[in-house]
């Protein structure tokens, strides 16, 4: 129900930018983000986006990284710029609901130095 595309092997100061569509099925959305695992850690917070446009990043990210959404508001993305080699992890989207939480299927993005 989410599908999220655009991670890859990038060098350091680098950029790259993910997508997470949801599908028709989900309605209902009023948050729309970014979380990132990487090996050996938990998963956390990157950005999240809410249907009135309110957005929130985690420290370690802002002035780096942008999180926005398409007018249908069914697809969201996250232009990541200034790329480190901490920044590598798996990337996920996640959808919340007014009754559920959606996660997509998580994708890699690998920062080298």
């Known amino acids: 129900q989410l599908q999220a595309s655009g991670g890859g092997l990038v060098q350091a100061g680098g950029s790259l930018r993910l997508s997470c569509a949801a599908s028709g099925s989900i309605s209902s959305i009023y948050l729309m983000g970014w979380y990132r695992q990487a090996p050996g850690k938990q998963r956390e917070l990157v950005a999240t986006i809410t249907s009135g446009g309110n957005l929130n990043y985690a420290d370690s990210v802002k002035g780096r990284f942008t999180i926005s959404r398409d007018n249908a508001k069914t697809t969201v993305y996250l232009q990541m710029n200034s790329l480190k080699p901490e920044d590598t992890a798996v990337y996920y989207c996640?959808?919340?609901?007014?009754?559920?939480?959606?996660w997509g299927q998580g994708t890699l993005v690998t920062v080298s130095s």
């Open positions: 996640n959808t919340k609901t007014l009754f559920s939480s959606y």
